[in-house]
């Protein structure tokens, strides 16, 4: 007999959405009014106090956490005959733009606890080649950027950070955003709805400890014009619009609040998976490291039956990710096969993200854990 369970979604904004309607009808009233829509005082406004929380010298506003990456990538000359080496679970754009800008991505094995990059492994794989280091913070989970950075030092390599899903996270004191490497650094942020900081639409930003690079950034997003009409670089167009911005300015205000939410989330989550044969996520060793819990990914062996237990009860999860890059059809000329990165292979066969969202109660933890309960 199917037992009763109420259903709950993978993420539900609409609590967070009626808190902030009246702000927001503000924010799209006084935009209107001023007749400035792009890259007006809201934008500049946002890259300061972004720039600010994350400990950044600049920050350059895009429209998407895509272009973020790409453009940083650009703005180090980053292009063919160059290797980047990244990981393979991931969100395919982290890739992506390593292809777009003509270089090639160089994946490297994960750690099982972390999900992030195995840092020995990244060591191994430098070669004349490299130019840059493109590590990501997967599910909000800090990568040991200290260590990442000691690797950059050593062999002169740019730092890009994407910091997609880690807005706020730290990786011992310093935030995702705002590092430090001789060779040059960005820290790349989305912010996508679902994000930890995401507007109602698409947007994206660029931090950096360097004021040239903020310079080329500014340039690139712009049809690489460094003056009205006056282009000296093939850029693009991928320019922040005033109404996101100013709603990002007002979420920013709240980011503490909806990242401790995460946190207390995914503290139930802990305690209620305790007793279940299922192996829950890992928190930074370093205690002044935070995760931020973009997404709360648990491993499972038997994660198809799960998975169609949720559905059954309406429960909203994902598999984030089902395949690992190196393995994407779209990668078949570079190479790899089956069995040579074995780590993340077998996590892309066992991870199940539950839904998470910082007002979530506890009331919809229990009964997401109940239906897991349920299936195994
Ligand atoms: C790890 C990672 N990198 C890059 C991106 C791309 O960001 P956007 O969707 O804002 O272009 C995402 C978005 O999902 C992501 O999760």
């Given amino acids: 007999m199917t037992q009763r369970l109420e259903s709950v979604p993978f993420l539900d904004l609409a609590k967070e959405y009626a808190g902030l309607e009246e702000a927001w009808l503000d924010v799209i009233r006084h935009t209107g009014g001023s007749g400035r829509f792009i890259l007006g ?34 703005s180090f000359g980053i292009g063919p005959g160059d290797e980047v080496i990244t ?12 292809t777009r800008v003509g270089a090639t991505p160089v994946f490297v094995d994960i750690d099982a606890h972390s999900f992030n990059l195995d840092l020995a492994q990244v ?5 004349p080649q490299t130019r840059a280091l493109l590590p990501v913070h ?6 040991d950027m200290k260590k ?30 705002g590092h430090h490497v001789a060779a040059g650094y960005t820290g790349a942020f989305s912010f996508y709805p679902t994000k930890v900081l995401g507007c109602y639409g698409d947007g994206g930003m660029v931090t950096t400890q360097d004021e040239k690079i903020a310079d080329q950034l ?21 320019r922040l619009d005033e109404i996101q911005a ?57 994660r198809d039956l799960v998975r169609a237990c949720l559905q059954r009860y309406s429960i909203g999860c994902n598999v984030c990710y089902p395949q690992p890059l190196h393995l994407q059809p779209v990668h078949r000329e570079l190479g790899y096969q089956v069995g040579d990165l074995p780590v993340v292979e077998q996590a892309c066969g066992e991870v199940l993200s539950l839904p998470i969202w910082p007002d979530m109660s506890e009331q919809q933890v229990s009964t997401v854990c109940s239906a897991i309960a349920l299936a195994s």
Wanted: with cysteine; aromatic share 8%; net charge neutral.
């Fill in 218 to 238: 500014r340039k690139l997003r712009n049809h690489g014009a460094y003056a009205p009409f006056q282009h000296d670089a093939v850029g693009c167009n991928s």
């Fill in 246 to 302: 100013a709603l990002l300015r007002l979420k920013l205000r709240l980011v503490e609040t909806a990242i401790a939410g995460r946190l207390r989330v995914a503290g139930w989550y802990d305690q209620m998976l305790a007793d279940l044969d299922v192996v829950c996520p890992v928190r930074p060793q370093d205690k002044t490291s935070r995760h931020v819990f973009n997404l709360y990914t648990i491993r499972v062996k038997n």
């Fill in 138 to 143: 997967l599910f909000g989970y800090p990568v």
């Fill in 41 to 74: 005082p809201e934008v500049t406004a946002l890259e300061e106090e972004v720039a600010s929380y994350v400990g950044a010298v600049a920050a350059v506003a895009v429209a998407s956490g895509t272009d973020a990456l790409e453009l940083s990538l650009r």
């Fill in 87 to 98: 990981t393979p679970f991931t969100f395919y754009a982290t890739a992506e733009v390593i």
């Fill in 148 to 177: 990442l950075c000691a690797l950059s030092d050593t062999h002169n390599l740019p730092v890009i950070e994407d910091a997609a899903q880690g807005f706020g996270c730290f990786s011992g004191t310093d935030k995702a955003g």
């Fill in 123 to 127: 060591a191994a794989r430098i070669t």
